[in-house]
């Protein structure tokens, strides 16, 4: 047998082998997925300095206005109010989870109270849909199918806002006869947010939407979304009215005043608002968060309240109209509820590094 000749090896050198080019092939295919993953990654990290940039420029809004009246602050009362508020939306992210369960999505119970408790930064970008973008993002990286997500999010969301209406428009009715006007506004959004909430109505519009059309277990799981778990997310999120009540009774002690005893009449008094200022801010898309409707609604509920708690003689020390301490409450109401937000998501944060550590430690 004759010796390779020079002709021989340079040709094989040059012409790569049938495995050489299936080595090639993920190579190549890896070059795009990696540059799509770094454009999320840097999406998302614009979208966080967003919403610290605007929530900075907001407190410092807020916090401006407030220094221009003179009032005597107990800051562990405005913790408390902040404890309340976070609580309260304790009974929404445990709905959101379950919402998740039932409609087949393996997510696990802390991912989804955590993507809920961050999304909750993104209801101040104008708008309303950064919510949607940062919880579906986060439970859809732990495999959840973010079609499922998105409609999940949306029937959280619904209930919450139907239920608080609904139950500001009953009580009104029953406890403020001559706030007929905003007993009609709340029962007007309770029906616009709990009739597509109805079971049939809710899973024919997923149909219509074609979300995991495709998947016949999905049009099984379905079934999930019964009367009994619509039920369940009323009273969870009577659950969650409620502690925003209590949140705002903390607010009252936080800015120095001494409200009414927490009597029936006050807890209703306190829902009644609360819900109203919170719906009335969601019905309306272009204020992120409910930024200054909120505040507005709120301000003007409390006023007549105020009046009469400064007619009190623990209150005689309080030299302001009701118009400004109402002002300053639902000033302060907003400060804290954002600035327990950034907390509980620096605390889910921190809580990710130590398990992350933790891992690489057993690793």
Not at 27 to 46: A, E, G, H, Q, Y
Not at 183 to 204: H, I
Request: proline share 4%; net charge positive; hydrophobic share 50%.
């Amino acid at each position: 047998m004759s010796a390779p000749t020079q002709q021989d090896l340079s040709l094989n050198d040059v012409m790569p082998s049938t495995n050489d080019e299936s080595s090639l092939e993920p190579s190549s295919t890896k070059t795009p997925k990696r540059s799509v993953k770094l454009v999320i990654k840097i999406c998302k990290f614009l979208i966080l300095v967003l919403v610290v940039l605007w929530l900075g420029w907001q407190l410092q809004k807020n916090w401006r206005e407030i220094q221009t009246y003179h009032w005597n602050p107990r800051f562990h009362w405005l913790v408390a109010s902040g404890l309340f508020y976070l609580t309260a939306y304790l009974a929404s992210a445990i709905f959101w989870s379950l919402t998740l369960r039932w409609l087949g999505q393996k997510t696990s119970f802390y991912e989804g109270v955590k993507a809920f408790y961050y999304s909750q930064l993104g209801k101040y970008i104008p708008g309303k849909a950064m919510v949607v973008v940062i919880r579906t993002g986060i439970v859809s990286d732990k495999g959840a199918r973010a079609s499922v997500a998105v409609a999940c999010v949306f029937y959280e969301t619904l209930m919450m806002v139907g239920t608080g209406a609904f139950l500001a428009g009953i009580l009104t009715f029953f406890y403020f006869h001559a706030q007929h006007v905003w007993a009609l506004l709340a029962l007007g959004v309770a029906l616009c947010s709990l009739v597509p909430l109805y079971p049939p109505v809710f899973t024919r519009l997923l149909r219509i939407l074609r979300v995991n059309a495709n998947d016949p277990t999905f049009q099984d799981q379905l079934k999930a979304l019964n009367c009994k778990s619509f039920l369940l997310g009323v009273a969870l999120m009577s659950i969650l009215w409620l502690f925003m009540g209590l949140s705002l009774w903390a607010t009252l002690w936080g800015v120095g005043i001494t409200p009414t005893p927490l009597n029936l009449t006050t807890i209703v008094r306190l829902v009644v608002t609360t819900a109203l200022a919170t719906t009335l801010g969601f019905a309306i898309p272009i204020a992120p968060g409910g930024l200054g409707i909120r505040e507005a609604v709120l301000s003007t509920l409390l006023t007549t309240y105020l009046a009469m708690l400064l007619a009190m003689p623990a209150n005689s020390d309080m030299a302001l109209a009701p118009e400004a301490l109402a002002t300053i409450v639902s000033l302060c109401q907003r400060i804290t509820q954002i600035l327990s937000e950034i907390v509980c998501a620096l605390s889910f944060f921190g809580v990710d590094q130590l398990r992350r550590l933790s891992r690489l430690d057993r690793a």
